[in-house]
């Protein structure tokens, strides 16, 4: 398995939690490497990692700054800790100083300058983040520290993605919280079929905007049996008021709607089955079956190690 781990503002690959990981997964490919201080560096330094790395082998784990770059690794599983979506909030409380590096980096620089342009790189990167569509929301977890007074994204996190815990701790990780909360989720989310124990949502609970999956849920291509639900009704009689309703007109981005009547498990009534109306991700509208062997909405709280309860954000 490789571990990608993208460290916060001005540290390195080399900081006590990179160094922590090492020591904590021997047999696996630790990945820790030096993120530039630019921004546009940073994001040529995301790339090089999504080309070289398979996302169904691999964990991303991202820490403050490091967190808010790994949100951006779409299709690969993600841990993000206490993700800071607005770095440059920071940046212009120091802007014209220079700042130390907390650990040693590669290059042997010790100091960085905060400079206006840097300020303005990072506030124009990070308006373009919310732009960035994630329907793998699934892949990613959230841990955020209960006593962290550094920064506080918790909400923006929820609007983009579904699951998130709380530990004992502050903004920066300590060993005990890398070793009871990091450690676990990490051995949990490598299991291959890690998603499958979800628990889905009764067909009378779901509402208008939940994403639900067609068939695999696991692995690089995950993202494609993505499927918005945006309406939901029972039997022939329902999906032939959808058909009046939408076929023949036009989808907001502008693919044409063509609706025909899903192919039924075996055994489902067509008067009764229960549908769905809505769209995979980059395919037209469609009315499919909702249940085992269509789409289903995943929904619930679970825990880790028996320990650390995760949220359903939405």
Not at 156 to 182: K, P, Q
Request: proline letters at 4%.
């Amino acid at each position: 398995m490789n571990i990608i781990y993208l460290h916060g503002l001005a540290s390195s690959g080399k900081s006590n939690t990179a160094k922590k990981l090492r020591e904590l997964f021997p047999e696996d490919n630790v990945v820790t490497p030096d993120i530039p201080v630019n921004p546009i560096e940073a994001l040529q330094l995301l790339l090089s990692l999504t080309g070289e790395y398979q996302a169904d082998n691999t964990i991303v784990i991202g820490t403050s700054m490091g967190a808010m770059y790994a949100s951006q690794m779409k299709g690969f599983r993600r841990i993000l800790v206490n993700p800071a979506f607005h770095v440059s909030d920071i940046l212009e409380e120091n802007k014209g100083k220079r700042l130390q590096f907390f650990s040693e980096r590669e290059d042997g620089a010790e100091t960085f300058t905060v400079s206006e342009a840097l300020c303005r790189e990072f506030k124009l990167m990070e308006s373009n983040l919310v732009s960035v569509s994630d329907v793998a929301e699934e892949l990613v977890v959230g841990l955020f520290g209960d006593t962290d007074d550094v920064c506080d994204c918790q909400d923006e996190y929820r609007e983009r993605f579904f699951y998130w815990a709380t530990f004992s701790g502050g903004h920066r990780m300590t060993e005990e919280v890398i070793e009871n909360f990091l450690l676990p989720t990490i051995n949990w989310m490598r299991i291959p079929d890690f998603i499958s124990s979800r628990v889905f949502v009764p067909f009378e609970d779901i509402a208008s905007g939940d994403t639900g999956f067609i068939g695999d849920m696991n692995g690089i291509d995950y993202y494609v049996n993505a499927f918005k639900i945006y309406k939901k009704g029972m039997g022939r009689k329902w999906y032939e008021e959808i058909v009046r309703q939408y076929h023949g007109t036009k989808h907001y981005d502008g693919r044409d709607i063509n609706l025909h009547f899903p192919v039924l498990p075996e055994g489902a009534d067509a008067e009764t089955v229960q549908l769905v109306y809505g769209n995979r991700y980059g395919q037209p509208a469609s009315v499919e079956v909702y249940g085992e062997g269509g789409v289903q909405v995943t929904d619930g709280d679970f825990y880790i190690n028996d320990k650390i309860l995760v949220h359903r954000a939405r």
